[in-house]
């Protein structure tokens, strides 16, 4: 029972350097999501994708980009890597995006932007 | 503004003694709230999800508890154990017009330490 996995689970950039975060899960969910966590605050959203085919900007979008793949696949892409981007990063997955519906998460990957 | 606050902020008990963390939330409109485990270096994982309508639920020895008209929350952990080392987030979901979008409120999460 894999879940949710995001690959690498540990990353340092440079500054300035792309590099993309990589999210599957194999529950056959419609809906995945893209979240940081940072000392201090609560999870803040980056995008999601509520069904294949489509994805929306969250909370704090700038300097990300996304991609669904296919349903099971959705990556993350940072451009150029800034500091203020280090932080540990969750993909999660739900069955659909309705509020009412449970969201899985992987297990991180924390991002050192130097 | 949507907010989730969680109190207190860290927590350390004994093994085998019981607790209670606490969450307040001013959002609106309220779908569910959720109380999420996070172990050190791992994703959040669901421990409750309750609507409206659901004063308690259970799950093991956590039992949660929910005030709609006081927006307050309680998770309550018996009889702990080592186990139970990890962060607990409060999580309320927002729910958009026409239900739509799965929005979630997180709070920062009561980090508790179960020493034996």
């Known amino acids: 029972n894999a879940g949710v996995t995001q690959t690498p689970k540990f990353q340092v950039l440079k500054t300035g350097q792309s590099m993309t975060l990589q999210c599957a899960q194999d529950m056959n969910h419609n809906s995945m999501y893209w979240y940081r966590q940072d000392p201090g605050m609560g999870l803040r959203l980056i995008y999601y994708s509520a069904s294949e085919g489509t994805t929306d900007k969250g909370e704090v979008p700038n300097g990300y980009n996304v991609s669904r793949l296919n349903k099971r696949e959705f990556s993350l892409r940072l451009e150029s890597a800034a500091p203020s981007q280090t932080s540990v990063y969750f993909c999660a997955s739900s069955e659909h995006s309705a509020a009412n519906t449970e969201a899985f998460f992987g297990q991180g990957t924390r991002l050192t932007v130097v | ?116």
């Open chain 2, 1 to 116: 503004k949507n907010q989730v606050e969680q109190s207190p902020q860290s927590l350390i008990i004994l093994e085998g003694k019981n607790c209670t963390l606490q969450c307040n939330y001013t959002v609106s409109p309220f779908s569910n709230l959720r109380w999420y485990k996070q172990d050190t270096g791992r994703g959040p994982v669901s421990l409750t999800i309750m609507t409206f309508s659901e004063n308690t639920k259970s799950n093991g020895r956590y039992t949660a508890t929910l005030d709609a008209d006081t927006k307050q929350s309680s998770l309550h952990i018996t009889a702990s154990q080592l186990s139970d080392s990890a962060s607990y987030i409060c999580v309320v979901s927002v729910s958009a017009p026409g239900g739509a979008t799965n929005k979630l409120i997180f709070g920062t999460g009561t980090l508790l330490a179960v020493q034996p």
